[in-house]
């Protein structure tokens, strides 16, 4: 399986950025997906996930700005970032997994995309 982020970049506060993560390699869509990021010098945390049945989820510093969303058909993942913060900044991961990544570890990882909130 291979995950292939897009969509990152520069942007000032109060933008909007689009993420994709391409997925190829998997056989069904029998599978769960999620955006991490990692903010310089501190964890990854999770931002958002779906499960297989379309159940989203979202942390609580990114309600009400980021959707999260997936064509199935294409087997793309998306993040949609609106009212964009400096706090936002961060590599941002797309990963997967065969279980809720609301509580397990994913199976697969993307190589990342930056995105920056900067005026």
């Known amino acids: 399986v291979q995950l292939v982020e897009s969509g990152g970049g520069l942007v000032q506060p109060g933008g909007s950025l689009r993420l994709s993560c391409a997925a190829s390699?998997?056989?069904?869509?029998?599978?769960?997906m999620a955006w991490f990021r990692r903010r310089t010098g501190e964890e990854r945390e999770r931002v958002a996930t779906?499960?297989?049945?379309?159940?989203?989820s979202y942390s609580d510093f990114v309600k009400g700005r980021f959707s999260i969303s997936k064509d199935r058909d294409k087997d793309t993942l998306y993040l949609q970032m609106n009212s964009l913060k400096p706090e936002d900044t961060a590599m941002y991961y797309c990963?997967?997994?065969?279980?809720?990544?609301?509580?397990?570890?994913?199976?697969?990882w993307g190589q990342g995309t930056q995105v920056t909130v900067s005026s």
């Open positions: 990963a997967s997994g065969s279980r809720t990544l609301r509580r397990y570890t994913p199976d697969y």
């Open positions: 779906i499960d297989s049945n379309a159940f989203t």
């Open positions: 390699g998997y056989t069904n869509d029998n599978h769960c």
